[in-house]
């Protein structure tokens, strides 16, 4: 019997190898459609070059059974072109668009879901009188219509600061939103949208205990089946640790639930995951959605897997084959598990990293342990593509462990033992 054809946009070792771990691998060969060079690291995006490429592998190849992606664009929007131009099981790219673009996204959610959402306006940040339009007031934040990782992301404090910001986001905007842009022109997508001069959007300031929920719909069945605590500390902006399963009251999760339903529902996204990021405030004892992300969140597959013995790459893929994703039990090695994100938030040239010995010899020590260093030696941290607009990601530490304290005590021995050394741009840190 010949196995599946499985093409990955944006492949990478680090998750192939979870994906040749599930049941399923036994009948699925996977395939880079794109591997994660070519949509990561680079100095532009072209659509049309990537389509392109994508249909000469799979061509070249000559069979193709299922496309996935586990990231952010272009990936999660090229699964919908390629499953409709090779007649597999794929979601509408409509619907795709609806869930990453910020505004279109949040018309459809306010239809259903107003009272869960913030107040928010589209601008254009060229405009000089950008600021007085919008009309919130601050603190409030403002981000491109389309980005990930809170690219070009910032909270504004008053108008002197939006200002500020002003021209690091009129030389970045087009990074993203450029080929965006083309893409929901190359496939018709309604003008009032694809000709959209207000590139950013305002919203008003939603806080609490912010979370992951992830889930996937099924001839139009939404499924619920995890959620992800998103931790910072010292009160910073960035994510300091996401945290599975999370702390949450079951009786709040199930709300969020509900929403997701509505919005995914009203969205008409289907046969496909989707993971949405809530905060749950807690004097307001509500739920407000701050955005929908139509695919896995590659992030969170290994502390999945540690939890449930699978990641929840199985999820993706049984969609991907047109099949119906088995329940995720709990058989891991551990209770608890982390992606912890070590983060340094001045700019400044890495001298050294760690090596590839120095992390064998820390998982000796510490069962399940995974490093991804994100910095090689000699890059300057303003050189790397992809940050928040506060920080600088070193590496991502994954840990299991009994319970969140383990999690934190296993977290400063790993950092004890990783040899960071940046010259930072007016002194010296070592870590």
């Given at each position: 019997?010949?196995?599946?054809?499985?093409?990955?946009?944006?492949?990478?070792e680090?998750?192939?190898?979870?994906?040749?771990?599930?049941?399923?691998?036994?009948?699925?060969?996977?395939?880079p459609?794109?591997?994660?060079?070519?949509?990561?690291?680079?100095?532009?995006?072209?659509?049309?070059?990537?389509?392109?490429?994508?249909?000469?592998?799979?061509?070249?190849?000559?069979?193709?059974?299922a496309?996935?992606?586990?990231?952010?664009?272009?990936?999660?929007?090229?699964?919908?072109?390629?499953?409709?131009?090779?007649?597999?099981?794929?979601?509408?790219?409509?619907?795709?668009?609806?869930?990453?673009?910020?505004?279109?996204?949040?018309?459809?959610?306010?239809?259903?879901?107003?009272?869960?959402i913030?107040?928010?306006?589209?601008?254009?940040?060229?405009?000089?009188?950008?600021?007085?339009?919008?009309?919130?007031?601050?603190?409030?934040?403002?981000?491109?219509?389309?980005?990930?990782?809170?690219?070009?992301?910032?909270?504004?404090?008053?108008?002197?600061?939006?200002?500020?910001?002003?021209?690091e986001?009129?030389?970045?905007?087009?990074?993203?939103?450029?080929?965006?842009?083309?893409?929901?022109?190359?496939?018709?997508?309604?003008?009032?949208?694809?000709?959209?001069?207000?590139?950013?959007?305002?919203?008003?300031?939603?806080?609490?205990?912010?979370?992951?929920?992830?889930?996937?719909?099924?001839?139009?069945?939404?499924?619920?089946?995890?959620v992800?605590?998103?931790?910072?500390?010292?009160?910073?902006?960035?994510?300091?640790?996401?945290?599975?399963?999370?702390?949450?009251?079951?009786?709040?999760?199930?709300?969020?639930?509900?929403?997701?339903?509505?919005?995914?529902?009203?969205?008409?996204?289907?046969?496909?995951?989707?993971?949405?990021?809530?905060?749950?405030?807690?004097?307001?004892?509500?739920?407000?959605?701050?955005?929908?992300?139509?695919?896995?969140?590659?992030?969170?597959?290994?502390?999945?897997?540690?939890?449930?013995?699978?990641?929840?790459?199985?999820?993706?893929?049984?969609?991907a084959?047109?099949?119906?994703?088995?329940?995720?039990?709990?058989?891991?090695?551990f209770?608890?598990?982390?992606?912890?994100?070590?983060?340094?938030?001045?700019?400044?040239?890495?001298?050294?990293?760690?090596?590839?010995?120095?992390?064998?010899?820390?998982?000796k020590?510490?069962?399940?342990?995974?490093?991804?260093?994100?910095?090689?030696?000699?890059?300057?941290?303003?050189?790397?593509?992809?940050?928040?607009?506060?920080?600088?990601?070193?590496?991502?530490?994954?840990?299991?462990?009994?319970?969140?304290?383990?999690?934190?005590?296993?977290?400063?021995?790993?950092?004890?033992?990783?040899?960071?050394?940046?010259?930072?741009?007016?002194?010296?840190?070592?870590?």
């Amino acid at each position: 019997m010949s196995k599946k054809q499985v093409f990955i946009i944006g492949l990478d070792e680090f998750n192939l190898k979870k994906l040749q771990r599930l049941a399923e691998a036994a009948y699925c060969d996977f395939l880079p459609a794109l591997h994660v060079s070519e949509i990561r690291g680079v100095e532009s995006y072209d659509i049309q070059q990537l389509i392109n490429l994508c249909r000469q592998r799979i061509d070249e190849h000559g069979t193709i059974d299922a496309v996935a992606s586990y990231y952010d664009f272009p990936g999660n929007i090229l699964v919908p072109i390629i499953a409709h131009d090779y007649k597999i099981p794929g979601p509408s790219l409509e619907s795709i668009l609806k869930c990453d673009h910020k505004f279109w996204s949040r018309l459809e959610q306010d239809k259903v879901i107003s009272e869960h959402i913030p107040y928010y306006k589209v601008f254009n940040p060229f405009d000089p009188e950008a600021y007085e339009k919008i009309g919130i007031i601050p603190p409030f934040w403002i981000k491109p219509i389309k980005s990930f990782r809170s690219y070009l992301a910032f909270r504004i404090n008053g108008e002197a600061q939006f200002y500020e910001v002003m021209p690091e986001i009129r030389d970045n905007i087009d990074f993203i939103t450029g080929p965006f842009t083309e893409l929901m022109h190359l496939y018709n997508m309604p003008e009032e949208f694809a000709n959209m001069e207000e590139t950013c959007i305002a919203e008003s300031l939603i806080t609490g205990h912010q979370c992951t929920l992830e889930g996937y719909v099924l001839n139009g069945r939404v499924v619920s089946y995890g959620v992800v605590d998103s931790m910072r500390e010292g009160g910073r902006p960035s994510f300091s640790r996401y945290e599975y399963p999370s702390a949450l009251p079951q009786e709040i999760q199930f709300r969020m639930s509900d929403v997701a339903r509505r919005i995914i529902s009203q969205i008409g996204l289907d046969n496909y995951p989707f993971n949405i990021e809530f905060f749950y405030d807690q004097t307001a004892d509500e739920v407000y959605l701050l955005e929908i992300n139509p695919r896995i969140s590659q992030a969170h597959t290994d502390i999945f897997e540690k939890v449930h013995g699978i990641s929840h790459l199985s999820i993706m893929l049984n969609l991907a084959l047109g099949q119906k994703p088995r329940t995720l039990d709990y058989r891991g090695d551990f209770n608890k598990a982390a992606n912890f994100m070590l983060r340094t938030y001045e700019p400044g040239m890495v001298k050294m990293a760690p090596t590839k010995k120095e992390i064998n010899i820390l998982k000796k020590f510490i069962p399940g342990l995974e490093v991804i260093i994100r910095v090689p030696e000699g890059i300057h941290l303003d050189e790397l593509q992809g940050q928040d607009s506060y920080s600088y990601e070193l590496a991502n530490i994954f840990i299991g462990g009994r319970d969140q304290q383990e999690l934190v005590e296993k977290y400063e021995k790993v950092v004890e033992g990783l040899s960071f050394d940046i010259e930072y741009d007016e002194k010296v840190h070592l870590y």
